[in-house]
């Protein structure tokens, strides 16, 4: 048979719990916007066949000379090719 002490401290525990979840939500929700925030410049372009030792700043400078759009190193943040499901493809940029 539960005692008393024993329904305060599991009713204590309880709330500690939720105060708990709720702190870890908070950061939680933070860290979920800064990573959609990190993504509202992401560009991926698709069909570029890969070619070894290629570079893929050049690769986006020729489409940028090919769409008459400037764009300098300084522009891009990072570039990368993004590994596809389907093997017949190429990878992104």
Known sequence: MPTQHN??????????????KQEIGEPRN?????EQHSKL????IQGVPQKKNEN?????????????CDISPTDINAAH?????N???C???
């Open 41 to 44: 410049n992401n560009l991926e």
């Open 56 to 68: 893929i700043f050049d690769i986006l400078h020729k489409i940028g000379d090919a769409i008459q």
């Open 7 to 20: 329904l305060f401290f599991t009713c204590d525990k309880k709330e500690e719990n939720a105060s708990l």
């Open 91 to 93: 990878d992104p940029v």
């Open 30 to 34: 933070q860290i979920q916007d800064l």
């Open 81 to 85: 090719r993004v590994a596809q499901l």
């Open 87 to 89: 093997s017949n493809r």
